[in-house]
């Protein structure tokens, strides 16, 4: 999937279900209360329709009310949320799920994800059979059209390997941390091969990025911002970035990105670009 023909705010990927996602999306880890309800209801009116969000950024709830509050129908947003680490296991992710609908105050979900493949206080089960549990009762979910799709976040190859194993429904996202100098070779092939649909967060790395000699460069060199520069890289690599911003004109100039390419040799200098950013433990490895 390579997006650099894409001209337009309201493009699409299909998902292998046939399910349409947006290509831009709108990050909202850390962001509570009226702040995220506030920059979530920014971001709508500047033409963003998938939001993200997730139990353990405890914003469920102002997510969900900006989306009801937005002149947008419910059927024209595309909402994401995912089960967090101690919801892990059949019976626990339908009952997560059902509290993340009571928060966000939704009949269904977009998309739903397993947040974190392997989390500590379950990692001497082995992490395969309580995926597996979470996942069955996702499947449920998702056949009882209550979640349109599914799929992962954080994982792995060898975590989608196994989950894929016990799947009948394979995942058709997979939520990783993304920015350019971090292009998570192995992990994009797999999810090219699989059809996995690549959501990338920290897309700006964390803004850690944008005072970077070479993007800031390249902003001058095409008229825009640092971070739209690496917007459009996610976008010509086939990512569908997840930028945050509080800031309502950033929140509109991080969307403004479709009248610009970056050329090729300009994407492969993103790609390999010199950055010494630690954002995220391996997930098999990480304190929680
Ligand atoms: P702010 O909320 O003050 O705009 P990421 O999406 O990679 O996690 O990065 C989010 C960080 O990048 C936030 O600190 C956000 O700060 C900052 N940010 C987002 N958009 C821009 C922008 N256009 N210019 C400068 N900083 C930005």
Known sequence: MRLNKIKDKNAVVE??????????GFGTA??????????VGEAVKSGY???DTAAQYKNEEPVGKAAAESDIPRSKLFIN????????????????FEETLRWTGLEYLDSYLIHWPNPKPLRNMGFEE????????????YRAGKIKAIGVSNFLPHHLNALIRHAEIKPMINQICLYPGNIQKET?????????????????????????PVILGLSKKYGCTPAQICIRWHLQSGFIPLPK????????????????????????????????IKLLPNPDEADF
């Open 30 to 39: 850390c962001m509570r209360s009226e702040g995220c309800k506030n920059a």
């Open 188 to 212: 994009v092939a797999y999810c090219r091969e699989h059809h996995i649909v690549l959501q990338a967060y920290s897309p700006l790395g964390a803004g850690k990025l944008l005072a970077h």
């Open 15 to 24: 998902l292998t279900n046939g399910v349409q996602l947006p290509v831009i």
């Open 81 to 96: 949320s995912k089960l967090w680490n101690e919801d892990h296991g059949y019976e626990n992710t339908m009952r997560a």
């Open 245 to 276: 911003s509080a800031d309502p004109a950033r929140i509109r100039t991080n969307m403004d990105v479709f009248d610009m390419v970056l050329s090729d040799e300009d994407m492969g200098l993103l790609s390999s670009l010199d950055v010494n």
């Open 130 to 141: 309580h995926n597996a549990a979470s996942w069955k009762a996702m499947e449920e979910l």
């Open 49 to 51: 329709r998938l939001i």
